[in-house]
């Protein structure tokens, strides 16, 4: 059974840092394309970030661009999504969602996600 | 960026009835389109990628089409196990921008 679990959020101020990790199983890690998607309390779905299978590419939103860090070990099956500079707005359900075999930014398993608080 | 829209914002219909959603995008992407839902308190759900193939496990009265910038997603008979909030979302390129949702709800 393919599991994602997702850790590392909380409560954090105002230019603060998390680092949100997520643990997989039941698929070999290494052979597919990852995300991170968010849901800011009652709103839709924002997608966050997308890592390649090697970690060599990779791609942000913009409103992320240069604040959070993406990355990967296969070797540990986990993804990371290393968050800098944090604001209120980026208050959120953080999901990691694992991509379809043939289109990386399609998403067909999500973890139950953990939620960030940006607050004072 | 790409924007990606969706009509209506919300919809009220009843069980059995046939219900179309439509996502547009602002330009073209050809059918690198997918349809997700999100029933209240759960994890988003794939629905159907390619603008038109039906992710296995999910349900046939699901479908998709379209294709450049204009999709729909059509629920040929609405059951009360649908009620969700349903997302377009576009994956040609990055960013892989969602649509803003469309809240389908039983009459």
Known sequence: EVQLVESGGGLVQPGGSLRLSCA????????FEMNWVRQA?????????????????????????GRFTISRDNAKNSLYLQMNSLRAEDTA?????????????????WGQGTLVTVSS | DIQM???PSSLSASVGDRVTITCRASQDISN????????????????????STLQSG?????S???????????ISSLQPEDVATYFCQK?????????????????
């Open chain 1, 24 to 31: 997989t199983s039941g698929f070999t890690f290494g052979s």
């Open chain 1, 41 to 65: 309390p009652g709103k839709g779905l924002e997608w966050v970030s997308y890592i390649s299978i090697t970690g060599s590419t990779i791609y942000y939103a913009d409103s992320v661009k």
């Open chain 1, 93 to 109: 359900v953080y999901y990691c969602a694992r991509g379809v075999i043939t289109f990386g930014g399609v998403m067909n398993y």
């Open chain 2, 5 to 7: 829209t969706q009509s």
């Open chain 2, 32 to 51: 690198y389109l997918a349809w997700y839902h999100q029933k209240p308190g759960k994890v988003p759900k794939l629905l159907i990628y390619s603008a």
């Open chain 2, 58 to 62: 999910v349900p046939s009265r699901f």
């Open chain 2, 64 to 74: 998709g089409g379209g294709s450049g910038t204009d999709f729909t997603l059509t």
């Open chain 2, 91 to 107: 994956y040609d390129s990055a960013p892989f921008t969602f649509g803003p949702g469309t809240k389908v709800d039983i009459k």
